[in-house]
């Protein structure tokens, strides 16, 4: 799946258009790597993703093309 679907889909970011602008601004690395939205996500790949001053990282644990909301927390988990 691709990278700014998983994180529209997983809800870590609200809209696929923010998610495009993160890759492409350099804001998201998989595994280490800043990744193109384009970027290909498969179970146990580390997502990192800087919200200015802050960042998530997560483990993706799951690959769904939609979720329910209350569903989308299964799709990955927070790691430090």
Known sequence: MRLDK???VSRLIK???I???ACDA???TVNGRVAKSSTKVKEGDILEIS???KAV???VLDIR????KEEAKE???YID
């Open 19 to 21: 998610a495009q602008e």
């Open 65 to 68: 093309d939609t979720t329910k």
């Open 26 to 28: 350099g804001r998201v």
């Open 57 to 59: 990282k997560v483990r």
């Open 51 to 53: 919200f200015g001053t």
């Open 75 to 77: 799709l990955f988990e």
């Open 6 to 8: 998983f994180l529209k």
């Open 15 to 17: 809209r696929r258009t």
